[in-house]
């Protein structure tokens, strides 16, 4: 079979997939391809090694039916049509709880840098604004003893809700499609409805997938229920926000701050005024984006098509 890896990945999921023996083209450009490059290069594979990068659509599945499996280098695939490929018998397999750890530290490291205003401290002092001590000026506020809200109790909502819970004591509530017992007798997670959550949290953290039901979850009525005092950190997909409810919340200070690892769109703009608020933090997407973590999404992105390639069954199956 012939595999395309259409993005610069490590190589240890390079070198995997060739001692199987598989036929392997590899994109070594750190510019991820256009789409008609991608759509033509993929018309010459069996497989596509692809990620949340590309948009694999209903038009670009119908231009490539003849694909068999798609290994997704990510947890997320709200970029693939997921009901065009099972349609059109494509597997789609990904790489969850390789990046649990990261993208959990991630969440909380912008929870931090939030209370603290830490980016814009430091914009501060690039600005040569860092003046002198004012006792009044620029105060965060502390973590300690605050209840934590979980939308999406998975492996990494339950990883940094460990987090919060161990370092400050922080009392965890969560909402999910399911309950997460392990989580309810390993740190007194308590689940509560939607609604009950937005009132009741000082923190809400996002790590529930991207679906019809969650795009743009958190609008204007959801920022609305918060608390004026509450964070809202979103490590997730950054559709799950209205990005303008987001910005209007924070101006009119319905809630306090916020943390971003993902925008929408991707990039965010250099101007977007999110960027220029002393409550707020946002990096580009690097939740899962440590050595350890991206080496296992290349491990098992690799590991899911040499399964396929021998009949499988595939450890990491979507579909
Ligand atoms: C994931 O694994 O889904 C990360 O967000 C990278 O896209």
Redesign the pocket.
Same mark, same amino acid.
């Given at each position: 079979m012939k595999v395309l890896v259409s993005l610069n990945i490590p190589e240890i999921g390079i070198e995997m997939l060739r001692e199987a023996g598989l036929e392997v083209t590899t994109w070594t450009n750190d510019l991820p391809m256009d789409r008609e490059q991608l759509i033509a290069a993929t018309r010459q594979h069996d497989i596509l090694l692809s *990620? *949340?990068i590309y948009d694999l659509d209903a038009d670009f599945l119908a231009r490539n039916k003849h694909l068999k499996l798609i290994s997704q280098f990510?947890? !997320?695939y709200n970029n693939i049509d997921l009901g065009r490929a099972a349609a059109l018998g494509i597997t789609v397999a990904n &790489?969850p709880n390789a @990046?649990t750890d990261a &993208?959990a530290d991630i969440a909380f490291g912008l929870l931090l840098a939030v209370s603290r205003k830490m980016f814009h401290m430091h914009k501060m002092i690039i600005k040569d604004e860092w003046g002198h001590f004012r006792p009044q000026a620029h105060l965060g506020i502390e973590l300690r003893g605050k209840t934590v809200g979980i939308l999406g109790m998975g492996r990494i909502g339950a990883a940094f809700a460990h987090r919060c819970a161990g370092a400050y004591g922080m009392k965890v509530l969560y909402h999910n499609r399911s309950r997460n017992t392990e989580a309810e007798n390993d740190i007194g997670a308590e689940y509560v409805s939607f609604g009950e959550l937005l009132e009741r949290s000082d923190i809400i953290s996002v790590h529930c997938a991207l679906t019809k039901e969650t795009q743009g979850k958190f609008d204007k009525g959801a920022f609305d229920k918060m608390k004026p005092s509450s964070i809202f950190i979103n490590t997730a997909r950054g559709g799950i926000h209205n990005e303008n409810d987001l910005i209007e919340a924070l101006r009119d200070k319905r809630i306090w701050g916020a943390g971003l690892d993902?925008t929408h769109p991707e990039p965010m703009l250099y101007d977007n005024p999110l960027l220029q608020m002393e409550n707020v933090a946002v990096v580009p997407?690097i !939740?899962?984006a440590t050595v350890e973590a991206r080496n296992e @999404?290349s491990r098992l992105a690799a590991l899911n098509i040499i399964q396929f390639s021998k009949g499988g069954p595939l450890d990491n199956l979507v579909q």
């Open positions: *990620s *949340s990510a947890v !997320g &790489t @990046m &993208t993902v997407h !939740g899962s @999404m």
